[in-house]
């Protein structure tokens, strides 16, 4: 929580200074394709992969081979991702033209978007680490530090934002130089950590360990199956950036509030759920393994119900309060809302895909995840290209929600039918007293709505 906070307070900075510039389109590109790649070697593809092999290692009670386990796994990573990132950095003129076609008919916009990837794409390399770091620590119910050292980063970019900034003569560059110095802090954190837990020496560079090429086989496939998500925001992105000048920049602020009950909620109720899951079927527990998915998902309705009608309901109030400062104008909350009522359409699935694809990687299959997730991603591209001469960047926004609930539906039919997850009992009812409550709260909204003009 505290992290999700100082989260707001970076984005309510960055707004404050850049709003909806060239520069800030600029950075979120920027800053976007190094978290892909974080989604596909850190807290994706990696750890679905990575706490199941870990869970099954620690049952057996052997601590010198988890040591060695962890150790060759850290080792691997590492130097693949010392690759990625040298390769990265290369050719970061390749991956802005790759990624925002768009800004190749500016060469200025191309050259900074160039000098920011290069900033921040080493950002990967440390994040993706302490990612592994954190999925030790929470396997071993060390929940507290992963949780907390995410608010580093935004320490970091405030700080470079308000004293930084002012001093370079491209100031949106102090941001990505934020974002480095971020991922730094929290590799340190976490690496203290795990050592003082004695589960951590040193790395090694072992690729024949065989929990390594376990984890290597599995992440294969779930590279991809728990990445569309992020790859679906990438192809959102891709298409703006031949937009209008702004348009990366909604889409951006109203990701963002649609991230909060995301990450507040889905993404840490994942993290609990994945070791729980690996456990109960390591242990052979099938019926203890359906409970927690369907405990899981009584949770999701229950939370993203009402966030997702509260943030369409009150989109355009909530950017104009959070973000309405500075050169951020009355026109970018406008278009922001629009974006950030069509993402908030998709809450729920959003949050169903964090906490179903684990029921698949708990059992190491990463091929269902994968096939389902072709599709979720070919139907988001056939809806963007539909969408987007309707409603510009609002109509990726939706395009995205849409996506998503074809991606969680099939997983959720995938479950029930190999037999991994069986509905329990009540759930007419419990879908009734959820959907009345939230129209209960829906009326007091439009309520309020028509006493309150405006939150600025």
Sequence with gaps: MVSRVLGFIRDIVIAKTFGTTVAADVFFVAFKIPNLFRRLFAEGAFSQAFIPVLTESKANGDKVKVVDYIGATAGVLSLALFFVVAFGVLTAPVFIALFAPGFTQDLEKWELATLMLRITFPYLMFISITALFGSVLNTYGRFTIPALTPALLNVAMIGAALYLAPLLKQPIVALGIGVLVGGILQFFIQLIAVIRLGIFRRITFNFFHPGVRQTLRLMGPAIFGVSVAQINLMIDTLIASFLETGSISWLYYSDRLVEFP??????????????????????????????????????????????????AFLAEPILSALFQYGVMTERDVMMAGQSLIAYSCGLTAFIMVKILAPGFYAKQDTRTPVRIGVIAMGVNVILNLALVGLFAHAGLALATSLAAFINAGLLLKALIVNGSYRPGRGWATYILKVSIATGVMCLVLLALSETQATWT
Excluded: E
């Excluded at 990450?263 to 609990?272: C, D, E, K, R, S």
């Design 262 to 311: 995301l990450g507040v909620f889905g993404i840490a109720l994942a993290t609990v759920v994945l070791p729980s899951l690996a456990q109960s079927h390591t242990q052979g527990q099938p019926q203890n393994f359906s409970a927690t998915l369907d405990w899981a998902l009584r949770l999701v309705l229950l939370i993203s119900l009402p966030a997702a009608t509260a943030l």
